[in-house]
């Protein structure tokens, strides 16, 4: 049986790193019942489709170590749903919805509400969708969603699969290794590419000072070939979860250092500001 390999748990690592990153960083937007944007409208509101009741974002916030910065409002966790001003508990009867956190919507597998049912929750939002060149996340981006409306004035529901701006890439390229000591041991450097796409110029600047500051950062890295599932098939949160902090204590895998980070350049693609961070990832193994 192939497992997990020293690549892909490299990426996993740098992923579960970048998405806690940006959350300790305050990167993320709360939908609350009886909160309004400046349009008027209610972000809480979710709407039907089919058995998905899909709220304006997606890429729940459902991370147990998120340090919040003074002066800001810690995520909220997904804990159920209203339903004409009556609350619904996860996995509850008669609906029995799940939270998918990972597309941002409801499911319900039991009693189905109608279109003319009021359906609400609250929620965290990711501001940045962090994800890998092999996603559907990348491939809608680079073909057909590329115009990303913003959408507390506009009526814009991501479906599950759609991701709205400003999104990371992560893009693993060359791989090399190099004499560490006398006596053996080696380095592995890995080259790994993060693009950064947004709608607004700003937002990508943003996010490519905070990914090129972590130079000289070390990550406590996780063995994702034994750890436990954090989110299961349907996006919500596993019996087994533990955070990334938890788990790099309890599935340690080995310390990655950040060696080097280097601003690439910046550029206009269509409507998507893009921006090319480049970071050498070092490991140090011993014979």
Known sequence: ??????????????????????????????????????????????????RYFESVANSWVYEEDVVTPSGYMS???????WINGAFHASNSAPYYPIPDHERG?????????????NVEANFTFRDVTTDFTDSDTYNIIESQYLHNPDYWSQD???????RLLPVVIVDLQTKVHDP????????????VNFWVMAARDWERDAIMDLIFDEARAVISAVNFETAPEILTFYGEKASTYQSFTSLSSSYPWTRVYIDKMV???RDLIGKIYRGKVEGIFGVYQNP
């Open 1 to 50: 049986m192939i497992g997990i390999g020293f690549s892909s748990n490299l990426r996993y690592n740098i992923k579960a790193y970048l998405e806690l990153l940006f959350l300790n960083n305050a990167m993320f937007g709360h939908a609350l019942i009886g909160e309004y944007d400046y349009a008027g409208r209610e972000p809480s509101v979710l709407r039907k489709n089919g």
């Open 105 to 117: 919507r409801f499911i319900f597998n039991g009693q189905i509400p109608t279109a003319s049912d």
């Open 180 to 191: 560490w000591q006398i006596g053996g041991g080696k380095i592995l450097g890995d080259r």
């Open 263 to 265: 601003i690439r350049g």
């Open 75 to 81: 995520p909220v966790m997904v804990s159920g749903v």
């Open 156 to 162: 814009v529901f991501p479906s599950g699969v759609e």
